[in-house]
């Protein structure tokens, strides 16, 4: 670091600092290159500094100078780079950023009509790489291992929830339920009919997409409008036993709430509840 910043970084910052690689799913995105995040208590500003280089976006003919400013922008008085900021900073799900996301997602038909495609077709491969079928296989295995494990300790319930959300058109759930349909079978273990699958999105025109596809498991499945930020989850059972959030990849942990409201979890993805 010393190196890179030819002297002019201080020492007080490179004590403090950490520096985190990204790989973000979006090449364009609107993030910069390399940017600074400071940790704050209050209005208070503590020394921790973290300097996040997104990889698919940075240039290595520029890397060393926008880490120097980035670097440089990691004092508190620094004045090297001049922004507007939109809002204060806050929680993601109370921020100008979400606000945003729920409008796209309540009005995604007229997107899609104005742009002529489908979301999905928005990302960067033309899919989501959440639908991957070796990756759904992998997840499938390990769930039916978990199960067999819950069962072997007495421990499985009767009915076994699954949650996703964001299932967006359905199709990852659909090639899930495909699979470990096959593999209960195949295995006779009888897990696949005890399967509570709560599909959850934003808007009630998205989960009418996914109705449809997932449409040779109606029995199993049902459909919850849910804000990703605030997953209250009224009709769960008070043991559900997965959590998969296949393809928010930028929510961190967040809390699920059960039963009459009254218990709640502090969770992360594919996270088990307790009893």
Not at 126 to 137: F, R, T, V
Not at 228 to 242: I, L, N
């Amino acid at each position: 670091m010393t190196v890179a910043g030819e002297g002019q970084i201080s020492r007080r910052i490179l004590d403090n600092l950490n520096v985190h690689l990204d790989w973000v799913q979006y090449k364009t995105n609107f993030r910069e290159a390399v940017a600074v995040r400071r940790a704050t208590k209050g209005e208070d500003l503590l020394p921790w500094i973290e300097v996040g280089v997104d990889l698919r976006q940075v240039r290595q003919e520029t890397l060393k100078e926008e880490f120097i400013h980035a670097l440089n922008d990691a004092a508190a008085d620094a004045t090297s780079r001049k922004r507007v900021y939109l809002g204060p900073f806050t929680p993601t799900r109370s921020s100008i950023i979400w606000t945003f996301n729920n409008l796209f997602w309540h009005h995604l038909p007229l997107w899609e009509k104005a742009s002529g495609r489908g979301f999905e077709k928005a990302l960067p491969s033309g899919q989501s790489d959440a639908n991957h079928p070796l990756a759904i296989a992998d997840s499938v295995a390990d769930f039916w291992t978990l199960l067999k494990d819950l069962e072997n300790q007495k421990q499985l319930s009767p009915e076994i929830f699954v949650l996703e959300i964001g299932v967006g058109t359905g199709k990852r759930a659909a090639v899930w339920l495909n699979r470990f349909r096959d593999l209960d079978r195949e295995r006779g273990t009888q897990y696949y009919p005890r399967i509570r699958f709560l599909l959850s999105d934003y808007a009630v025109t998205t989960l009418d997409a996914a109705q449809q596809t997932v449409k040779d498991h109606s029995e199993l499945a049902s459909f919850l409008a849910v804000d990703a930020a605030r997953p209250a989850c009224g009709p769960c059972s008070p043991r559900p036993v997965d959590i998969r959030r296949p393809s928010v990849n930028f929510l961190g942990a967040g809390t699920i709430f059960w039963g009459d409201g009254t218990n709640n979890a502090f969770i992360r993805p594919h996270s088990i509840l307790p009893p």
